[in-house]
């Protein structure tokens, strides 16, 4: 594998981290739903709450991240 050069290892851990995040925010989102549904034995609040958390870090945070590590600056 040839060397990298900094700037892109660096983009390459930055995809990681958006990628880990969005893989996060939808295994919250499943263990939501299945509390929902009964498969768990704990508050449906609990389970709201989780839902609402991981559809806000797989769809939020990422773009968020991404607009702050951009190198193209956005207004």
Do not use: H
């Not at 700037?7 to 981290?17: D, K, V, Y």
């Not at 508050?43 to 945070?61: D, F, K, Q, S, T």
């Amino acid at each position: 594998m040839a060397d990298n050069s900094p700037s892109e290892t660096e983009a390459q851990g930055r995809f990681l981290i958006l990628n880990a995040v969005r893989l996060g925010g939808v295994i919250m989102v499943l263990i939501g739903i299945a509390i929902a549904v009964g498969e768990w034995d704990i508050p449906r609040v609990i389970a709201y709450v989780l839902i609402a958390l991981g559809l806000v870090e797989a769809l939020v945070i990422p773009q968020v991240l991404a607009r702050k590590w951009s190198s193209k600056r956005r207004p």
